[in-house]
């Protein structure tokens, strides 16, 4: 697209310039983790204008070309000059962000108040520039953070069809896996997921309603952090559903994801970070069997994740029963529908160029229906239309069966002296398929979504070359815990195997 090729040729302007210098190569650049890129942005020893680069040009090569990942939707024409005032800062000795010259992807239903559009993926908000950041985006801008460009999701974050295929939009096509690109990257935060994992960037934000952040952190690979409800602003964030919705941060490391959400956290909420080897000692983990049997890669990587917790010395509680009351899964939809109705009139009435109510982006999508429903259609946008809203007494039912979850769980832990759950977080993912849509197993984020229980994902596996990963769920304000437990799968494991791009495994 015309801002990415002007982005470009930008970067191979002022390349040659570049190169004669004696720090880092572009390789090594996009081969640190973020902590040690930005130790080596604050020692002078490599540049911001050298870092986004270096990022740019591997979206280009990666995201365009080569394998065409699919996985950024749009790039920041201003990262440069963003670039360029970072070392600017460096330079004349002010103090650093905690993020200063690292470059972070947003996923493109975040407002950024610049030249990107805030799309959810929809040809019906194409060109919808915000006039403000985001809570989120502010928050990386004043961390010093370059914001690089925007991520594909699947449309209007996985909630338009029952029937769609995750990673998928109207705007942006589909994203793929980067391990095996003829399968699926989940979603909806697919783009943010991929470009972490093919190091399009080292670090992404997404956003999660159920699902959106760990699965696509599970299939790819990935650190994934699903923030406790009401941790991490929503304003100006495309919506489903308020008491659902959050932002979260994907890294390569657990380390590298508690940075970025130290950085999106509302301000005066307390620093989680993992707490080293020792901390885990005596932490009681409880194991959640539901899903044991549904699949055998699930249930190999499962088996390793649980005795690698053991051998960092936690003490399994295994199993426990009843995470998530039946009860609540069944209310799950119609509080989305409901609230989704109403968030979405809300935020759409701030919207300038494009529809500004649910109905006209229905009946844009059906005078569009060719470009926009070639694979799947509108049921949910239908069913939230006609849902009645928060108003509605449905929605007041289900709201009480979530409360009721959310007591069950506390007991839950309290029952058994709990510090945290762990359980399997999806399967290998799947090949893209638009007539089937998605195929997951093994699906427990609801657990933590509909509590709003925070959860962290941690890859733990290659099997057939496609990653399995396990999920750590807490009660609010224990994130630092979650992170020392994912931390020790990852000192267990060992460095993750690196994407290759692998046509298919069939």
Known sequence: MATRKLTFAIVAAVT??????PELAHDRIVALDARALRAELAAGRVSAMEVTQAYLERIAALDDEGPALGAVIEVNPD??????ALDERLRSGAPLGALHGVPVLVKANI???????????SLALANHRAKADADVVAALRAAGAVVLGKTNLSEWANFRSLRSTSGWSSLGGQTKNPYVLDRNPCGSSSGSAVAVAARLAP???GTETDGSIVCPAAVNGVVGIKPASGTVSQRGIVPIAHSQDTAGPFARTVADAALLLSVLVEPGTPAAAPAGPAAVAGLRVGVVRDYWGADAAVDASFAQALA???RAGATLVDPVRGALPAAAGEAELQILLAEFRDDLAAY??????????LDEVIEFNAANAAAVMPHFGQDLLLAARDSGGTADDRYTAAVRKAADARDALAALFAAHELDALVAPIGG????????????????????AAVTGYPSVTVPVMLLDALPLGVSLVGQPGDESLLLTLGEAIERERGPFPEPQFLPSID
């Open 308 to 310: 690698w917790l053991e």
């Open 111 to 121: 407002d950024t108040a610049d030249a990107m559009a805030t799309s959810a993926g």
């Open 79 to 84: 990262a440069l000059a963003i670039a360029r």
């Open 203 to 205: 670090l992404a934000v």
């Open 428 to 447: 290998r993912a799947w090949r893209i398929d638009y007539a089937k849509g998605d195929e997951l197993v093994a699906a427990s984020s609801s657990i």
């Open 16 to 21: 040659l310039a570049a190169c004669s210098r």
């Open 348 to 357: 759409l009435a701030t919207v300038e160029t494009g529809p500004r109510t």
